[in-house]
């Protein structure tokens, strides 16, 4: 009969507080649930404040893209036409020296 006292005691033990016990781990879950979303919540609050800080260093970077471009068209001008200047000047030069 002490056996059967000794199975039994756990029984009622482990089933006298499986309530409080899931309670407890509920309220442990919901804790770290509220928790990671809120982390969660921050990051997607740091992603959108990076992608917003992107999107301007994008325009940014395509409106540098325009002036470059047309520094170079015209850097591409310049040297056309001082070549075109050059020529010029040296064929006056070359016809004034072959008539004299």
């Known amino acids: ?18 309530h409080s016990h899931s309670s407890s781990t509920t309220t442990s879950t919901s804790a770290i649930t509220n928790r990671q979303l809120s982390h969660l919540n921050s990051q997607i609050a740091q992603l959108q404040a990076n992608l917003s800080d992107f999107n301007d260093l994008l325009t940014t970077s395509c409106d540098q ?22 020529e010029e000047e040296d064929a006056l030069v070359q016809g004034n020296t072959n008539g004299d």
């Not at 009969?1 to 499986?18: E, I, V």
């Open 1 to 18: 009969m002490a056996s059967s006292r000794r199975d039994s005691s756990p029984r009622r033990t482990s089933t006298n507080h499986p």
């Open 65 to 86: 893209y325009k002036n470059i471009e047309m520094l170079g068209k015209i850097h591409a001008s310049i040297f056309m036409a001082s070549r075109k200047v050059f």
